[in-house]
């Protein structure tokens, strides 16, 4: 598929509109991005989604990933078409970018998780519904329509639960499971806590068991009738501490999709990930939501990557907010990418219309990277492209 009239003529787009006295609706640098959608969130909603582990300190050396790799462009290399196009796990997709599992969506908008799935939709890109979402999966699916959706699971402790979730993402269209590892507990998170504000509690992004068959008929009465049982009963199984790499074969029982691992930092869990039958890995810290002091998840992209030795896609998350740093992951041997706040703040500030807008400039600007770098493709987007900053 040929982007060059697509995601690059988008930047084109807005001089045009400029021309009748149209500019941009929402900010164009991700800082601004984030301010204005601070604006229109409660003060619970915005540290929730912004908010890191502890220091905070995984957040910033995730981006500091990204400083300690300057890119050294190519010159007249023909580039009039170009081809941004990836496949992964079967399916095609138009860009290397995935839009990222992020619970909750529904402190940025009433409807968030309909919302953005729609939005990816439109794009042609894989919507990864998140287990800490408000609605449930089968709604989501409906907004998602034919597109590409993936289901990420926080792995429960109550294996019956565990395979009903899986079965109906299944049933559901989902054609990848994404299982996160690294959140067996919530981490310390000092801006929620100094709000005392965590809301699953008050039945939010609890969508998926509230919906479930196995996990009501486990409660005394509906949650329509005792929320408060009902949560109580999900926090008592939102995790099992216990879980080895043995119990990866319990899930590839569970499905016949391909099993994702996500949260995977240091090498010789990627070689046991292969080991234990995993078709894929995305190494992250969670955008540092979750160990304070994490190694960034950049840093660890290059070992993982020669750890797993191509025999399965290696993805990346953590830290993405413009083309520029898609590029990087790329040329760093991932295959693709997945962003996640920078959608988030344009879901608060637009609905729908505000994901689409902002994963747009995104791609755009990654489209344009590789152009003036002199890459047709993501195969021309190579390591020797890339070099160490000084100091």
């Known amino acids: 598929m040929t982007m060059s009239s697509s995601f690059a003529d988008f930047q084109l787009g807005i001089y045009q509109r ?4 149209d500019r941009p ?4 640098s991700p800082d601004a991005l984030e301010e204005q959608a601070r604006t229109r969130l409660s003060e619970e909603a915005w540290c929730y989604i912004a908010g890191g582990a502890g220091s905070e300190i995984s957040m910033r050396t995730n981006r ?20 941004l196009s990836v496949e992964l796990f079967g399916t095609v997709l138009p860009a290397p970018l995935i839009l990222a599992p992020i619970g909750v969506q529904t402190l940025a908008c009433p409807d968030g998780e309909q919302e953005s799935a729609r939005a990816a939709a439109s794009l042609g890109l894989p919507f990864c519904y998140s287990s800490a979402s408000t609605a449930s999966p089968e709604d989501v699916a409906t907004a998602a329509g034919s597109g590409p959706r993936w289901f990420q699971l926080y792995w429960p402790r109550d294996r019956d639960i565990t395979r009903s979730f899986v079965q109906r993402a299944e049933a559901a269209g989902y054609t990848a499971l994404v299982v996160t590892l690294d ?12 709000l005392a504000f965590l ?3 008050k039945g939010e992004g609890i969508g998926l068991y509230l919906s479930d068959p196995v996990f009501r008929s486990r409660l005394e009465r509906p949650p329509e009738e005792d929320m408060r049982s009902a949560v109580l009963a999900w926090a008592g199984g939102f995790s099992d501490l216990s879980h080895t790499w043995d119990d990866i074969a319990f899930l590839k029982d569970c499905t016949d999709l391909p099993v994702v691992l996500k949260g995977i930092l240091h090498p010789d869990d990627a070689r ?8 894929g890995i995305i190494v992250s ?3 540092g939501r979750q160990v304070d002091g994490s190694i960034g998840a950049l840093d660890a992209l290059p070992a993982v990557v020669d750890a797993v030795s191509g025999q399965v896609p290696v993805l990346f998350d953590s830290g993405i907010r413009r083309g520029a740093d898609i590029f990087r992951a790329v040329a760093l041997e991932a295959d693709a990418v997945l962003l996640g706040r920078p959608w988030m703040w344009g879901l608060a500030l637009d609905g729908a219309d ?13 489209d344009i990277t590789m152009t003036l770098c002199g890459c047709r493709c993501l195969n021309d987007v190579t390591a020797d492209m890339l070099v160490r900053a000084p100091g």
Request: net charge neutral; charged share 25%; proline share 4%.
């Open 183 to 194: 959140t067996r507990m919530l981490a310390w998170r000092e801006r929620d806590l100094a």
């Open 25 to 28: 609706k929402l900010p164009l």
């Open 272 to 279: 046991l990930a292969l080991q234990h039958g995993a078709d």
């Open 354 to 366: 505000g994901v689409v807008e902002v994963v747009s400039r995104i791609l755009a600007d990654f």
């Open 199 to 201: 809301p699953f509690l």
């Open 18 to 21: 400029g021309l009748t006295g």
């Open 64 to 83: 500091e990933a990204f400083d300690r790799w300057q890119i050294v462009p190519r010159m007249l290399r023909d580039v009039a078409q170009r081809d």
């Open 285 to 287: 810290n969670h955008g």
